[in-house]
């Protein structure tokens, strides 16, 4: 069964980093973009960052640029998303989706195959 698996999530303190993943299984994201969204409670899912099909093109929410960082890895099926700098309101459920265009966009519409999603907590 096709899915992806979003791991690394957890308690962090402020200032503190993390690294999330992103694995395929059952099929191969090689030709596809990926995106990275995060959803907080009572709030809509937003697109934190994308990455194109071979990693030459990466999209950033404008709050999150310059501390995160998405990157892939093909041989190994898996997206990444580091995270640095840290704060209360980066709080959320983080997800991976495959972009159903092939092109990186910001309307979750626009993806499928989510993931389950991983906790993020940013807390002192």
């Known amino acids: 069964q096709a899915q992806l698996v979003e791991s690394g999530g957890g308690l962090v303190q402020p200032g503190g980093s993390l690294r999330l993943s992103c694995a395929a299984s059952?099929?191969?994201?090689?030709?596809?973009?990926i995106g990275w969204f995060r959803q907080a409670p009572g709030k809509e899912r937003e697109r934190v960052s994308c990455i194109s099909s071979r990693g030459g093109m990466t999209y950033y929410l404008s709050s999150v640029k310059g501390r995160f960082t998405i990157s892939r890895d093909n041989a190994k099926n898996t997206v990444y998303l580091q995270m640095n700098s840290l704060s209360p309101e980066d709080t959320a459920v983080y997800y991976c989706?495959?972009?159903?265009?092939?092109?990186?966009?910001?309307?979750?519409?626009?993806?499928?195959?989510w993931g389950q999603g991983t906790q993020v907590t940013v807390s002192s």
């Open positions: 059952g099929f191969t994201l090689n030709y596809d973009a």
């Open positions: 989706a495959v972009s159903k265009t092939k092109f990186c966009s910001s309307d979750p519409r626009n993806f499928d195959s």
